[in-house]
């Protein structure tokens, strides 16, 4: 093949600086001067918008390209190289595009059934004194999501709340003892965290008719700290927060830590978590000599009153619950015990008393008019 040659100019890509090079055109282009010598096939050479004379070629590999102002190599270039003149922007876009869609199809696959199944190998792993900590932050961010709700600490309440624990607790497998605070908010429901702690919002409480109805929701968190299912459901909210960070630019800690709060006030537990921690309460609650279908009982009043209230946030809006569910719970609880249940009369009243009402202040009373006797100005007088 016939070698043609001419003179031109050579940019690396980085930095601004022309370099004088001679091309020498046959099967391939060569492009050689002072600290330059390229070797390039014709299939990777691509035209590049030029004022004419000037004749600009790029390499299709990389950011380095030559300009020369010679007519008769530019035709011999275009006759040896048929994809000159063909453009990668198309493909190019079409690729990105393609390749986004991909990732984030990965993303989100990763994140419904990746993360899940991780997070059930994982959560036994982590170890105490992390959970601990974790139970720690995540408190205090659902506190902080509640907007702050006071703590409810009366003490006779407490006192019974405490005893109430401990003998649900009691021969039970539980990892850590629980811990159990109470809030004051106008939301029935109850949430168990990671280190084993659990919040009871105090409506819940106020929809109890009884303290085995208590018992057993207090009992069926209990259940889920017994299976771990808070640690899980943390690292799942995590990790999935983590990975939508990663695509979406927003990775923070705080904006982990928010996600990780939200998921634990809304935890929706598999089918399978929810009749093992409904087992579990049932058999806390015989255990600690109540009525384990009490827990039913509660749960389908509290229906009830979801029904009245699509937009609030409840025991049930977290717990998937359906009637066989109940049924499920009056089975394995069997026939109701003999006595007054887990808590007496007294118990109970000074639990239901654990949130005593806030006094209202009182009205300002009205200052009380004397009669004017003649030494200090009336209303109406100036002084």
């Given amino acids: 093949m016939e070698a043609i040659t001419t003179t031109g100019t050579f940019f690396d890509g980085i930095s601004a600086r022309p370099r004088s090079v001679t091309l020498r055109l046959t099967f391939r282009l060569d492009i050689v001067g002072e600290d330059v010598a390229r070797d390039w096939s014709l299939l990777d050479l691509r035209a590049a918008d030029a004022a004419a004379p000037l004749m600009r070629v790029n390499h299709a590999q990389g950011p380095e390209s030559v300009e020369f102002a010679d007519e008769a190599f530019a035709q011999a270039l275009m006759a040896r190289c048929p994809d000159l003149n063909r ?14 869609i991909a990732a984030g199809l990965s993303v989100l696959l990763t994140a419904i059934y990746g993360v899940p199944a991780a997070s059930g190998l994982l959560a036994p792993l982590v ?14 961010q659902i506190v902080t999501l509640l907007d702050d709700p006071p703590l409810c600490n009366e003490a006779a309440g407490r006192a019974v709340l405490d005893r109430l624990t401990a003998r649900l607790s009691e021969g039970m497998a539980l990892p850590v003892a629980p811990q159990v605070s109470v809030r004051r908010h106008k939301i029935a429901n109850a949430l168990a ?24 929701i207090l009992a069926h968190e209990f259940g889920h700290v017994a299976a771990r299912d808070p640690m899980r459901s943390v690292i799942t909210a995590g990790g999935t927060s983590f990975l939508l960070s990663l695509v979406l630019g927003d990775l923070t800690g705080s904006t982990v830590l928010v996600t990780v709060g939200q998921a634990a006030i809304s935890a929706g537990y598999s089918r399978d978590a929810e009749r093992a921690a409904d087992a579990y309460a049932v058999a806390a609650v015989k255990r600690a000599g109540g009525d384990g279908a009490a827990l039913a009982a509660i749960l389908e009043r509290i229906t ?17 619950f359906t009637a066989e569910r109940a049924a499920r719970i009056r089975s394995l609880a069997g026939e109701k015990p003999t006595g007054s249940g887990i808590l007496s009369e007294a118990e109970w009243k000074s639990l239901q008393g654990l949130c005593p009402e806030p006094a209202k202040p009182e009205k300002a009373k009205p200052e009380k008019t004397r009669p004017n006797d003649g030494k200090s100005p009336t209303p109406t007088e100036k002084l």
Avoid at 127 to 140: F, K
Avoid at 194 to 214: H, T, Y
């Fill in 87 to 100: 453009t990668e922007g198309g493909s190019g876009v079409t690729r990105l595009v393609l390749w986004s």
């Fill in 127 to 140: 170890p105490q004194a992390i959970e601990a900590q974790l139970g720690r932050s995540v408190d205090g």
């Fill in 193 to 216: 965290l990671p280190g084993g702690r659990v919040i009871l919002l105090s409506d819940i409480i106020a929809k109890a008719r009884n303290g085995d109805e208590l018992a057993g």
């Fill in 304 to 320: 009830d009153a979801d029904d009245e209230k699509p937009d609030g946030i409840s025991f049930l809006r977290s717990h998937p």
